[in-house]
């Protein structure tokens, strides 16, 4: 077995310890890659049934209207039921990312997601986040407890021992699982290249309307980003290394338009993935964490 | 592909363990771009100097950074040309121990640091005896700091002696290798400052120690994860194979039925297989329906033990300590089964590694224990395979994970015995005596009433036509017991006695009354998780003035003049049950009326009507 089996194999695990061991599954599902990645990895997990939850998408009403489309094209295909939640107060009141910073973040996607999984009873959450993304994140185990409140106590994490997973949970606790913990961000390209996954068009570099922002190539997705003074879309040849929101979420420029130009990209990068996203920097280096223990995935 | 090596650091606090990721992370140029800057920045604010400060590319906790120390395993992930790495930095302060050996279950090879002017603390001792205990086979020893020494090369012969010593008893492999973090020396490039030394720097020998060996031949194993049921037309049980190898039309046998069947078919994935290797997910169809469900364990290897009875090493995790007696959730492979720990065999005492004997074990600390499971549990040594050997201990109320184990051994006695299934069990039986089997547990002071309300009781369910029997302990002692005393294992030997026998005769459908002062929580705690849900708990909580004034056996004229030691309510504890099913007081009722209160609490209408 290779380093992709084994890694394979561990994801597979886990999938099948949470459907046999915790009472109401979902799997957030976010349409990137490694959501790609997870979904993937379920289907073969429980083959020949269908993986035996829900997935859960937390739209901002703010992501790529081609991540849209291809969640909807994915979830027909595959006959999955994709739960759609969006915080409506948060939309009532017009929570947007540009005059909310911080508390759009807060409002539209952490607080939304405590509340989609607190009204469907959900006891454990899939999330497609890898240690390898951010210094938090490498701190946090496979199996990721949170309290009645959803919040992450990093002081006090539950121990975790070879396959191990302690799932004993009171009603209104849940627990967060990360498949992909032990996986790197080149792995999931070689991966998604070795079983030829689907992966959102906005991977792959094409001409698209950018303009430049705080140092970040912002695409105009649509007529809703209120362009600033000086602001002109050119069109430049762009990829996204990550997906969100995609006024909070920056493209380089690039020419790799192939899954193995990515895996050469990737293997060169001079900066971490993280960088292309305006949100982490927002609160200093301790940011994700601060998200996390409020609920954040 | 490039191979992976999983590797730990650990070793005492501040001998530099995160700086020296930092530093094979920053030489190697394995940090990005932004994450560099990041550190650059961080160290302006933290460090007088502005010097780098390696170690802030790894705690990544606010509380770690804020107090300087790790608190938890950081996971990083790097590869060089020859090797892709994932490093545990694990924490070094003793009450962090629990993460320290979260770190040491994932890591094939361990980096344990020593400050070179300090040597080997009692926490190098403690992180070296838990890797070696978890399996971990590879040991680099980094004396560090040797900047702070002046690269004295005796300082490090001499370091290296105690070294080995420490390592001489355990069949692992162990490299020393002298360096310093915060210059850089021997990590990732061998150190002009140390031409006394000709050994490898600390990467160089990562890159090239050869990683684990392959396992021996050995037979298939696969516990049973789930089980598939597609469209109710077959059933696929899923799993890991954990040992050896399995191919289509081969035979495997189900523990712990011990049935056999005939592999039809093998899927990874959506794929069919022909065969399936050591560490693959499957999902594997038989030839025939056979009672599988998860926790079973499908294999062909003979030697796998099934028991309830075994000896583990536990490291005890929890805030609370062990208890003796108390029910815990066992987790091992995909089997979750509630277990007792019966008895400490002894503790280890890490900084001299010697056994030591204790009935008290607290957090961080080990011990190797008896352990009672409430139905067999399928498992391997845990030398042998640390899927199928290594366990956990749940609370069953608090939830925390109270101690991870390693199981060594099984007891003897049950070693080829298994549980026969007998045509008639209790459920027949009581249907036949037209009762429920249960056990009525009086505890209470000497001279509190138990006797004489479990007799009186004894006799209105004997004329109601219940078939019964009384144990009184006293008489037990006359007999089966008779060979114990009055130490505390003994009374907690006397105690499980009592309780094997009620259950022994619950199972032949009878009403047991059992009257024993058992004046201890943790072993009347024993006897409900040996009796089961029969169990219930009566307190005759008679005031102990009350028992002293009676005193039939004149037993506390004796135990206050200090003819007899260690007497229930003198000068020994008694521990009266926190949540007792009934508490009858014996000093303002009379018999008949406490008879009553028993009939009500725990009998239906049948067991009320006295036939005639």
């Known amino acids: 077995m290779n380093h992709l089996d084994k890694l394979e194999a561990e994801s597979i695990y886990i999938f099948r310890e949470v459907a046999a061991e915790c009472e109401a599954p979902v799997m957030l599902y976010s349409i990137g890659k490694d959501s790609s990645v997870m979904l993937h990895l379920a289907l073969k997990a429980f083959y020949p049934e269908k993986p035996p939850f829900p997935l859960l998408h937390i739209n901002t009403t703010w992501k790529f209207k081609e991540m849209i489309s291809f969640r909807d094209r994915r979830a027909k295909e595959l006959g999955i039921k994709v739960i759609e939640y969006i915080n409506e107060d948060g939309l009532r009141q017009g929570i947007n990312p540009f005059d909310h910073g911080a508390a759009y973040t807060d409002i539209m996607k952490t607080q939304a997601l405590k509340q989609a999984i607190e009204k469907y009873g959900f006891t454990a959450a899939f999330g497609g986040a890898r240690r390898d993304e951010e210094k938090s994140r490498a701190k946090e185990r496979i199996f990721s407890f949170r309290n009645a409140a959803q919040a992450w106590d990093p002081k006090h994490q539950r121990p975790e021992f070879w396959k191990l997973y302690n799932t004993e949970i009171y009603k209104g606790e849940s627990i967060r699982v990360f498949p992909l913990s032990n996986w790197t961000e080149l792995d999931i390209w070689q991966y998604i290249k070795r079983e030829n996954i689907p992966v959102v068009p906005l991977y792959f570099a094409k001409p698209r309307p950018v303009v430049e922002r705080d140092g970040h190539l912002i695409l105009v997705d649509d007529d809703r980003l209120p362009l600033r003074p000086g602001e002109t879309p050119t069109i430049k040849n762009v990829r996204f290394r990550t997906l969100g929101c995609y006024p909070l979420t920056g493209g380089e420029e690039s020419t790799a338009d192939t899954v193995d130009a990515i895996i050469a990209e990737t293997a060169s990068a001079a900066n971490s993935e993280r960088t292309s996203r305006v949100i982490d920097k927002d609160g200093g280096s301790a940011s994700m964490e601060k998200r996390k223990r409020e609920g954040y995935f | ?612």
């Open chain 2, 1 to 612: 592909m490039k191979e992976l090596l999983k590797f730990l650091t650990c070793g005492s606090v501040d001998d530099g363990k995160s700086t020296l990721i930092g530093r094979i992370l920053y030489d190697a140029k394995l940090i990005f771009a932004d994450q560099e800057n990041a550190l650059i920045m961080d160290s302006r604010v933290r460090t007088q100097t502005g010097e780098l400060d390696y170690s802030l590319l790894l705690d990544g906790l606010m509380a770690e950074r804020e107090q300087g120390i790790t608190i938890d395993i950081a996971y990083r992930f790097f590869s060089t040309e020859k090797r892709s790495f994932i490093v545990a930095d694990a924490p070094g302060h003793e009450e962090y121990t629990r993460n320290m050996a979260v770190g040491a279950s994932f890591a094939d090879l361990a980096v344990i640091l020593l400050d070179a002017a300090h040597g080997i603390m009692p926490q190098t001792r403690r992180h070296f005896h838990i890797c070696a205990m978890m399996g971990i086979r590879h040991f680099v020893f980094a004396v560090n700091k040797m900047d702070l020494v002046d690269y004295d090369a005796d300082i490090f012969n001499e370091l290296s002696s105690e070294i080995r010593e420490l390592t001489r008893d355990y069949p692992s492999e162990a490299v020393i290798i002298p360096t310093s973090a915060k210059k850089g020396d021997n990590v990732t490039v061998p150190s002009a400052s140390m031409p006394w030394y000709h050994g490898p720097a600390l990467l160089q020998y990562l890159e090239t120690v050869p990683t684990i060996q392959q396992p021996k031949a050995e037979s298939f194993t696969m516990p049973v994860q789930r089980v598939c049921r597609s469209d109710g037309t077959f059933r696929g049980f899923q799993g890991e194979v954990f040992a050896g190898s399995i191919c289509v039309g081969e035979r495997i046998r189900v523990l712990p039925s011990k049935e056999e069947a005939t592999v039809t078919r093998i899927l990874c994935g959506a794929a069919d297989m022909q065969t399936a290797e050591r560490g693959s997910p499957v999902t594997i169809f038989l030839d025939r329906e056979i009672d599988i469900s998860r926790g079973c364990v499908l294999t062909q290897n003979d030697r796998l033990i099934c028991s309830a009875v075994l000896q583990a090493e536990l490291l005890w995790l929890d805030d609370e300590p062990l208890e003796i007696g108390r029910s815990y959730l066992l987790k091992a492979a995909a089997q979750k089964i509630p277990a007792v720990i019966t008895k400490i065999k002894y503790k280890l005492d890490i900084e001299s590694n010697t056994k030591t004997s204790g009935d008290s074990v607290h957090k961080n600390e080990i011990a190797c224990c008896e352990i009672y499971t409430d139905t067999a549990l399928v498992f391997d040594l845990f030398q042998n395979n640390r899927n199928l050997g290594g366990l956990i201990l749940i609370d069953r109320v608090r939830h925390t994970t109270c101690a991870c184990g390693m199981i060594r051994s099984h007891t003897s006695v049950s070693q080829n015995l298994s549980f026969h299934k007998t045509d008639l069990n209790r459920s027949f039986r009581e249907q036949n005596l037209s009762q429920k089997a249960q056990t009525i547990w009086f505890t209470g002071l000497s001279g509190s009433g138990k006797s004489t309300l479990a007799n009186a009781l004894e006799k209105r369910l004997f004329l109601s036509g219940k078939a019964t029997m009384l144990l009184d302990a006293d008489n037990v002692r006359m007999g089966l017991n008779r060979d114990l005393g009055f130490t505390k294992e003994d009374r907690s030997e006397n105690i499980r006695r009592l309780a094997e026998t009620a259950k022994l005769m619950n199972d032949a459908g009878l009403i047991v009354l059992v009257s024993a002062i058992s004046p201890r929580r943790v072993d009347r705690r024993m006897a409900r998780s040996i009796i089961g849900s029969a169990f219930h708990e009566v307190y005759i909580n008679t005031p102990l003035e009350t028992c002293i004034s009676r005193d039939v056996k004149g037993l506390y004229q004796k135990a206050l003049r200090g003819e007899i030691r260690q007497f229930s309510g003198i000068d020994m504890a008694y521990e009266p049950p926190e949540h007792p099913d009934l508490i009858i007081d014996t000093t303002e009722v009379d018999v008949d009326k406490c008879v009553q209160q028993l009939l009500r609490a725990f009998f239906d209408d049948d067991a009320k009507t006295v036939r005639t």
